[in-house]
């Protein structure tokens, strides 16, 4: 019966959720870097990047990225970087986005939880929140993001999902690579992310993974979250409240 399928089905999601978290905890342990392919499907991932279109071509929803230069052809060219909107999903056709953002909480959650009972390094932190989520459009014609730490001084965050959404994105063609280059992984082995569609990315966020965004020459499309850990939230509020910080 109709009651029968609906269980079923929540035990697959189930079962899909335990593997995520699973491995996001083993890969968290092991490379400090998760990613998660086809995390919610061609379907609701189409319906994702629809909204966010959307939001772009909608006048005044996205700000102006910050002016980045480049060597032109020996002339400093300056061209934008990416054009950034902060959303919490209960704005205006933003359902799907909604839908999003509590997926990727539950798998944070869930595995926050495992690896604390694993004794994994996710379960040394007790994640209790996070920011709203940042929707982010690189313009292509070579913009790019440089080399730098999303928390360098202890804010709070410990870790940052970035959910892509470029179809059939070629980094041949188009670039915009996400090169990480882990703290203590062996030589100078780095961690080449291609931004395809439907792919989930976690990282710290912290000193261990300074990352770059190479040049993109095709619009690129990434929906970013991060996470607190509880206690460096309250350490980080207490210290500016009390005036001491840089
Ligand atoms: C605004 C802002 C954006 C980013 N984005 C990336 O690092 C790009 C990741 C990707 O799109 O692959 N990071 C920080 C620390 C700030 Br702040
Ligand atoms: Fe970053």
Known sequence: SLQHSSWSNVFEQRKDLDEICQNLVQDMDAYGVCVVDNF???????AVLGE???MYNTKGVFKDGQLVSRKGSGDLKTIRGDRITWINGTEKYCNNIKQLISQVDAVVVRANKMAMASSGKLGMYNIDSRTKAMVACYPGLGSHYVKHVDNPNRDGRCITAIYYLNLNWNVK?????LRIFPEGWLGDKV???????????FFWSDRRNPHEVQPAFDTRYAIT?????AIER??????????RHS
């Open 173 to 177: 063609k188009s670039g915009g690579l």
């Open 40 to 46: 919610l499907g061609e379907e609701k991932g189409k």
């Open 234 to 243: 309250k350490e980080a509020r207490q210290r500016y409240e009390t005036g």
């Open 52 to 54: 966010v279109l959307g």
């Open 225 to 229: 979250l991060w996470y607190f850990d």
């Open 191 to 201: 961690a080449d992310i291609e931004p395809v569609f439907d792919r989930l990315l």
